[in-house]
């Protein structure tokens, strides 16, 4: 794996301007958290790592060709089970039995089969990144994760997910300087 070196990206949406000159290398198997405020752009620049938008100006290398992504919405098949939906991603090869451990494991244990349309919220963000974590990837990227879980929940969860991705190239996003520490991360301000 290669670090990601984005190089001089210029970013404008009509008169405002997102970046301008921006640089930053993301370290290859290590966690890096993009912190700010709203509206500073951070994802705008997941957004242009994952080549849904361009840049005006600027390059990216080494962005790898398997992403998995939590995004700020859920982004599930309602009517799908739990199961169904962390497995609709998972990398070749997983058995069932995994994929129902992961669900255990990040607190879901007994709601597998139920289908997400009558799962809680913040079970709905459980099935989310379970789906991220066991999908084939290079580089995750987590665009705040975490919200809509209790404080009880969310340690939990952090604790499975920053043992799932140690080794792994990760971009994470929050306004919580807490989660970031917990995942002993890089920390970037824009």
């Known amino acids: 794996m290669k670090d990601i070196i984005i190089k001089n990206i210029s970013k404008n949406f009509g008169e405002k301007t997102v970046f301008k ?6 370290p290859a198997d290590a966690i890096t958290c993009i912190m700010g405020p709203s509206g500073s752009g951070k994802t705008t ?9 361009q840049p005006d100006e600027g390059s990216i290398e080494g962005i790898p060709d398997k992403i998995s992504a939590v995004f700020q919405e859920d982004r599930l098949f ?5 199961l169904s939906n962390a497995s609709v991603a998972a990398r070749d090869g997983i058995k069932k039995e995994d994929v129902i451990k992961c669900l255990s494991d990040i607190g879901l244990k007994g709601n597998e089969k139920k289908a997400v349309k009558e799962l809680s919220g913040g079970m709905k963000r459980r099935v989310a990144i379970a789906r991220a974590i066991l999908s084939d990837y290079d580089l995750l990227i987590l665009d705040e994760p975490f919200g809509g879980l209790d404080e009880e929940t969310k340690l939990s969860v952090i604790k499975y997910v920053e043992k ?15 989660e970031a ?6 920390i970037v301000q824009l």
């Not at 000159?21 to 993301?26: E, R, T, V, Y």
């Open 181 to 186: 520490e917990l995942f002993n991360a890089k």
């Open 164 to 178: 799932s991705i140690r080794g792994k190239t990760t971009i994470f996003i929050t306004h919580n300087k807490t």
């Open 78 to 82: 309602e009517n799908y089970s739990a």
């Open 45 to 53: 620049l997941i957004n242009i790592i994952m080549g849904f938008i």
């Open 21 to 26: 000159n921006f640089n930053l290398i993301i």
